[in-house]
Nanobody, 124 residues
Framework: EVQLQASGGGLVQTGGSLRLSCAVS????????IGWFRQAPGKEREGVSC????????TYADSVKGRFTISRDNAKKMVYLQMNSLKPEDTAVYYC?????????????????WGQGTLVTVSS
């Protein structure tokens, strides 16, 4: 059974940093993409970033470029999202998800499996 476990959320002040982790288990594919998404109260789910396992290629939403960095540890099947210079508008529940097609996109409908979210709150 494919499982994704996101962790690392919390409360941080504006300008602070957090690192989210996503542990992936239950499958043995060679090529896939892990994405990070977020959903703020009353808003639609938004793609934040994704990384392709095969070559480490990544992409970011414009709203987080230059502030967030996605990385992976293939051996541990972990994906990380380092979030710096956090803003109140980054407050949301953050989810990680798995796309078996390995297309580099943060379109939520392409993702096959989802983990539970981790809450990030940025205070002003």
């Amino acid at each position: 059974e494919v499982q994704l476990q996101a962790s690392g959320g919390g409360l941080v002040q504006t300008g602070g940093s957090l690192r989210l982790s996503c542990a992936v288990s239950g499958f043995d594919f060679d090529d896939y993409t892990i994405g990070w998404f977020r959903q703020a109260p009353g808003k639609e789910r938004e793609g934040v970033s994704c990384i392709r396992e095969r070559d480490g290629s990544s992409t970011y939403a414009d709203s987080v470029k230059g502030r967030f960095t996605i990385s992976r540890d293939n051996a541990k099947k972990m994906v990380y999202l380092q979030m710096n210079s956090l803003k109140p508008e980054d407050t949301a529940v953050y989810y990680c998800a798995l796309d078996l097609s390995s297309v580099l996109t943060v379109v939520a409908s392409r993702y096959d499996y989802w983990g539970q979210g981790t809450l990030v709150t940025v205070s002003s």
